[in-house]
C-alpha cells in the first residue's frame, strides 16, 4: 500500500512540475532578457543618459529600434539604436547595454558597439 502512494505521489510531483516549468518557459524565466516596448519610461531614460554620455551633437537623433529588460543586480536594458545624423544625412546602428541601479541613484555604459 505504501508503494502505491509512492508511485501516486511521484506522478503528481512530476505533472506539478512539468506544468510549473511550461508555464515559466511561456512567461520568460528570470533573469532572462525579455523583450519591451521602446516607448518604456526605463527606455526613454536609458535614452536620455546616452544623449549625455555618447557626446552627441544636436543635429544627431537616436532611434530605438528593439529593446531588451533583465533583471540583475538593477536593471539591464539591451538597445538596438540608430543614430542619424540630419546634417550628414548618415546613420550608425549600435548595440548597447545599460545597467541602472536606481536605489543608488547610478547609471552606467557596460557595452557600446558605437564607433561615432
Known amino acids: 500500500m505504501a508503494g502505491i502512494w509512492m508511485c501516486v505521489c511521484a506522478l503528481l510531483s512530476a505533472a506539478f512540475f512539468t506544468s510549473t516549468s511550461a508555464t515559466l518557459h511561456e512567461e520568460g524565466l528570470l533573469g532572462l532578457p525579455v523583450d519591451i516596448d521602446v516607448a518604456n519610461v526605463h527606455v526613454q531614460q536609458a ?61 552606467n555604459i557596460v557595452y557600446n558597439s558605437c564607433s561615432i
Not at 544627431?60 to 536593471?75: T, W
Not at 536594458?77 to 550628414?88: C, D, M, N, R, V
Open 47 to 107: 535614452v536620455e543618459f546616452l544623449k549625455q554620455h555618447l557626446s552627441l551633437t544636436s543635429d544627431q537623433k537616436v532611434i530605438v529600434e528593439n529593446a531588451k529588460r533583465q533583471a540583475v543586480a538593477g536593471l539591464l536594458l539591451h538597445l538596438t539604436i540608430k543614430i542619424e545624423s540630419e546634417t550628414l544625412n548618415t546613420s550608425t546602428r549600435c548595440n548597447i547595454v545599460v545597467h541602472t541601479s536606481p536605489w543608488i541613484n547610478t547609471t
